[in-house]
């Protein structure tokens, strides 16, 4: 930390250093007059404010005036040998950040927040590392998980880290997220919620992160279930909604789409231009080879409207058959398999490894017999039928455990009689 802040001698005395040292910025980039029109205006203030009020010191006019005179600061760093003067820079704002908790009116408290983060943030290429280091200095001296201005500060600090180029700093940050949500529950609006996950979608998407924005984007697409259907038709979330299902057509790990078509804003484009989208992923969700080549011979202008490849969309068909096929079953001739996913039985072993390999099913092939052993497989779906089976699947064990329980039971009764 730079000299000019003690710690030992009170809020007080480090204020003053910290003008002081101001003042010689000040003097060195705007010249002396600047420095002179400061050095008045921060004596009136101090003295104004300890005169006002002799038990306790008001700092608010104080903090507005060092915050004032800041704006020009990350231009005051060298280019050779930066350093000290970036500890300073850091220092002084550390001084502004422990003033700030002292402002005891809420409502200049929130005109400071918003002005400090307005200050980090207001230039991406003028020290970018430094300003993203202060917005979450900023955010940690919040550290009350519920207080109102937290969620503030993160948006403008994750909105700064993608404009700069430095999301990948704020990423390890997102694993808390959900938890940061429900602390600030309280103070956010749904229109906010619905913009955090929006964008961050957006910065992951920028950042080569498909499957992650994928993921964001379905949560914002949760925030409106039960909304009505103007809002649903909006263009802003339509085009959101022909994103996300976009994503997951095209995105090879993405293979369940109950869930997506379970959700408002998707079954909002049904009667609209965009419906053959929603019709695809019924496709996925339920239907065969044949289907989707059937769609594509309909809708062969769609898949060029939307930059959809039909090459991969039924790569993923095939594997989604291939679940189908597999539930319920022990084992499957891999002949039989060929002909559902309309491959030649010389091809159809690389498909399989790659079901197996991407969780679809799990099970291995044995090779000498051409078959597939079978242990369990994806569900495409999960409704009555689904839930049907499953019962029926929990009676059998359960037969089947109290057939144990009843050998081991006679087996003792042998022993004891013995």
């Known amino acids: 930390m730079a000299t000019y802040i003690n710690y030992g001698e009170g809020e007080d005395d480090a204020i003053v250093q910290g003008a002081e040292w101001l003042q010689r910025i000040l003097q060195q980039q705007q010249g002396p007059e600047a420095e002179r029109a400061f050095t008045e205006k921060f004596k009136k203030e101090f003295k104004d404010a300890q005169e006002s009020n002799k038990n306790r010191y008001d700092y608010g006019p104080v903090f507005d005036l060092l915050v004032e005179h800041s704006k020009n600061l990350f231009s005051a760093i060298p280019e050779n040998k930066p350093e000290e003067r970036l500890k300073e820079i850091e220092s002084f704002f550390a001084l502004i950040l422990s003033m700030l908790l002292l402002l005891e009116d809420t409502s200049h408290l929130d005109r400071a927040t918003t002005q400090l983060c307005e200050l980090f943030s207001g230039d991406t290429e003028q020290q970018p590392e430094l300003r993203l280091r202060l917005l979450m200095m900023l ?172 090459q991969d969309a039924m790569s993923k068909i095939r594997l989604l058959t291939l679940a189908t096929m597999a539930r319920g079953q022990s084992e499957l001739p891999l002949d039989e398999i060929a002909k559902q996913i309309q491959e030649s039985p010389s091809s159809v072993e690389p498909w399989v490894v790659r079901a197996i390999s991407e969780g679809v099913i799990d099970g291995r092939i044995d090779q000498l017999n051409r078959k597939v052993l079978v242990k369990s497989a994806f569900l495409r779906k999960f409704e009555k039928e689904e839930w049907n089976f499953l019962d029926s699947k929990l009676s059998q064990w359960i037969d089947n455990l109290e057939e144990v329980i009843k050998f081991l039971g006679e087996q003792k009764h042998k022993v004891e009689d013995a």
Request: hydrophobic share 40%; with cysteine; glycine share 4%.
């Open 139 to 310: 955010y940690n001296t919040f550290n009350n998980p519920t207080f109102e201005f937290r969620y503030r500060v993160f948006k403008y600090t994750l909105d700064f880290a993608a404009s700069a180029d430095m999301f990948d700093q704020v990423l390890p940050y997102l694993d808390y997220l959900e938890s940061w949500m429900a602390d600030w529950d309280a103070t956010l609006q749904m229109d906010d919620k619905r913009k955090l996950y929006s964008d961050i979608s957006k910065y992951m998407r920028n950042y080569g992160k498909r499957p992650e924005a994928f993921q964001y984007l379905k949560m914002y697409h949760s925030l409106f279930q039960g909304e009505s259907a103007d809002l649903l038709k909006k263009p802003e979330v339509a085009d959101q909604t022909i994103q996300l299902i976009k994503d997951a057509i095209t995105l090879p790990v993405i293979i369940q789409f109950d869930d997506i078509l379970m959700l408002d804003s998707v079954k909002a484009l049904k009667g609209t231009k965009q419906e053959g989208l929603v019709t695809l992923c019924e496709v996925f969700l339920s239907g065969t080879v044949d289907d989707l080549k059937e769609f594509q011979k309909k809708n062969g202008q769609m898949f060029d409207e939307h930059g959809l490849n039909f």
